[in-house]
């Protein structure tokens, strides 16, 4: 901006005021900016922001309150499986053979209330909001049964870890995960499986696999640079998945699996859905109930190994 621009843009303002206008008068109009700065503050700064862009833009219009559900109760459902019919063990088989396995369907139901007020007056769209996490809780469930589960009540079948002929491996050095340990567990699975195989873990067993390093001092983890493929733990795929915990063997230990997981079978039944205003529910709510039917288990047990004792802490 040349001299004489400055000028005009001063002249602008009238002298009494300008002296009035300093820092210290804030209340008073103190920080007015200069048209000719103004434009130049007010634009979007790269970098400045980065983290805002990722939250969710709730659009409000002339709405000045938007009212959210309590979600306490009803973020994550809980659910329940029926009494587990007994003996339903499956004739898992070490190698391919005609044998006979099966699937028997189990029941597991999921229960939640609403009350008639906020189904009247939400405006978040709080049915379909309760839908989609009742879908998410099923789906975790049932992955934790595929992964872990267990022979108790709650579980109507063991999942993979607790399948009595999928071989679990002991550390070399108990108490501490080494990148030899990585290499050991693929020579219990044989070759014929290893095109589909990819290791399974937790985030905790994920993050002590990224800082392993083989004996040359080259890491076991590595990046896809050119995101063709997933990230790799020597040479392999590997899944993140939670529904894994961290006190199989004990506090702070888990396991790491490595096999084709194509090989768990799994029945699932669909699901029903049913609501209830009847007596003997709370008054002025309504009462939903989701019934599902769904059964599972690792059918080649050779195709799969696991780690076992790995620590986390």
């Known amino acids: 901006m040349c001299i ?22 804030g209340a008073a109009g103190g920080f007015l900016v ?39 109760s009803l973020f994550n459902p809980d659910i ?11 004739t898992e088989s070490a190698t391919p053979q ?39 809780a099923i789906q975790r469930e049932l992955d934790r049964l595929m992964l872990v589960g267990d022979t108790g009540d709650g579980d109507p079948y063991d999942g993979i870890i607790n399948t009595a002929a999928v071989q679990n491996i002991a550390l070399l050095a108990p108490g501490t995960l080494t990148w030899q ?31 392993l390093e083989d004996g040359d001092g080259n890491p076991l983890w590595n990046r896809d640079m050119t995101g063709a493929r997933p990230n790799l733990i020597d040479g392999y795929p590997y899944i993140v998945d939670n529904q894994i915990p961290n006190t199989i063997g004990g506090a702070n230990q888990t396991v790491i699996m490595f096999g084709d997981l194509s090989y768990w079978l799994q029945g699932n039944g669909g699901q029903e859905i049913g609501m209830s205003e009847e007596i003997g529910f709370k008054e002025n709510e309504n009462w939903y109930k989701v019934v599902g ?17 790995v620590p986390v802490a």
């Open 34 to 72: 200069p048209e000719y700065y103004s434009d130049m503050l007010l634009q979007p700064r790269a970098g400045a922001a980065p983290c805002i862009a990722l939250g969710t833009n709730m659009p409000m219009g002339d709405m000045r309150i938007l009212h959210f559900p309590r979600l306490a």
């Open 98 to 136: 005609f044998d006979r396995p099966y699937l028997q369907l189990q029941n597991y139901y999921v229960l939640w209330s609403i009350t008639h007020d906020l189904l009247k007056f939400n405006n978040v769209g709080i049915d379909r909001l309760m839908i989609g996490w009742v879908a998410a």
């Open 181 to 211: 340990d990585i290499r050991n567990i693929r020579r219990y699975v044989p070759s014929q499986y290893h095109a589909a195989c990819r290791y399974v873990m937790n985030q905790q067993a994920e993050n002590a696999c990224m800082r």
């Open 293 to 309: 039917y769904a059964d599972g288990f690792y059918a080649i047990t050779e195709a799969l190994a696991y780690l076992e004792a």
């Open 80 to 90: 329940y499986w029926e009494t587990c019919i007994p003996g339903t063990t499956k």
């Open 4 to 25: 004489r621009d400055r000028e005009n843009e001063a002249e602008r303002y009238d002298e009494d005021s300008l002296k009035a206008l300093d820092l210290t008068s």
